[in-house]
C-alpha cells in the first residue's frame, strides 16, 4: 500500500477533462517536497509530464498541468486524448526516501 | 543524446544472486546521482534504491535494504544493483533512471531490464 493514494482509475470521453489525485501527509507533501508526475504506457519507459509540482518539460503537451497543495498534488488533462490512456504516477520524497503514488489508470471511452 | 540501457536481468532461482548493469551515455554520468526503480508484474512503480554522484550517499527501500546494493563505476559510465537472496516477490522489471538535482526529480528511464525469480 503507497504512502501516497492516488484513485486506481479514472476515465472520460475524448475531450474531456481528467483530474488524478495524489494524497499524502505531512512527512512528505506536506513537509514542502515537490510532486511530480509521470506517464507510462504499457512496453515502453515511464516518462516525466510534469516536475516541480507545475512545470511541463520540453514536448509534453500544454493539456498536461500539475497543482499541488497543503498535503496533496493532482494533475489534469484538458482535452483528453486517444494518445493519453495510459498509467500515471505521482512522486515525492520522505526525507531521503523516494515514494511514488499507486497508479491511475486512466481510460480514454 | 541521453541512454541508460539496462542489462543481466533473467530467471533465477530463489535465495540465489543476480547483479544487474546500467551502461549510461549522452551525459556526464559522474555529475549525477543514479536510481533504480522496479515494477512487479500487474503493480505500480516502486521505488529501489539511490547513489549520489559520487557514491557518498546510498539509500534503500525497506522492501531491499540488507539484501541489494548500489554501486557505481564512474570511470565506465555504469551504474550496478547487486541483489543477495533473491525472493519471489522481487520478480519485476528493473528501472535505471537520472536524477535531476535542479528539482529533484527522475528524469531519463532504462527500458528495463526482467528479473523472474522462480524455481
Known amino acids: 500500500q503507497s504512502v501516497l493514494t492516488q484513485p486506481p482509475s479514472v476515465s472520460g470521453a475524448p475531450g474531456q477533462r481528467v483530474t488524478i489525485s495524489c494524497t499524502g501527509n505531512?512527512?512528505?507533501?506536506?513537509?514542502?517536497?515537490?510532486v511530480h508526475w509521470y506517464q507510462h504506457r504499457p512496453g515502453a519507459a515511464p516518462k516525466v509530464l510534469i516536475y516541480?509540482?507545475?512545470i511541463r518539460p520540453s514536448g509534453v503537451p500544454d493539456r498536461f498541468s500539475g497543482s499541488k497543495s497543503g498535503t496533496s498534488a493532482s494533475l489534469t488533462i484538458t482535452g483528453l486524448q486517444a494518445e493519453d490512456e495510459a498509467d500515471y504516477y505521482c512522486?515525492?520524497?520522505?526525507?531521503?526516501?523516494?515514494?511514488f503514488g499507486g497508479g491511475t489508470k486512466v481510460t480514454v471511452l | 543524446q541521453v541512454q541508460l540501457v539496462e542489462s543481466g536481468g533473467g530467471v533465477v532461482q530463489p535465495g540465489k544472486s543476480l547483479r544487474l548493469s546500467c551502461a549510461a551515455s549522452?551525459?556526464?554520468?559522474?555529475?549525477?546521482?543514479m536510481h533504480w526503480v522496479r515494477q512487479a508484474p500487474g503493480k505500480g512503480l516502486e521505488w529501489v534504491a539511490v547513489?549520489?554522484?559520487?557514491?557518498?550517499?546510498?539509500y534503500y527501500a525497506d522492501s531491499v535494504r540488507g539484501r541489494f546494493s548500489i554501486s557505481r563505476d564512474n570511470s565506465k559510465n555504469t551504474l550496478y544493483l547487486q541483489m543477495n537472496s533473491l525472493r519471489a516477490e522481487d520478480t519485476a522489471v528493473y528501472y535505471c533512471?537520472?536524477?535531476?538535482?535542479?528539482?529533484?526529480?527522475?528524469?531519463?528511464w532504462g527500458q528495463g531490464t526482467l528479473v523472474t525469480v522462480s524455481s
Open positions: 549522452g551525459f556526464t554520468f559522474s555529475t549525477y546521482g
Open positions: 533512471v537520472r536524477y535531476n538535482s535542479d528539482y529533484y526529480y527522475l528524469d531519463y
Open positions: 516541480g509540482n507545475t
Open positions: 512522486q515525492s520524497y520522505d526525507a531521503s526516501l523516494v515514494l
Open positions: 505531512s512527512s512528505n507533501i506536506g513537509a514542502g517536497y515537490n
Open positions: 547513489i549520489w554522484r559520487d557514491g557518498t550517499n546510498i
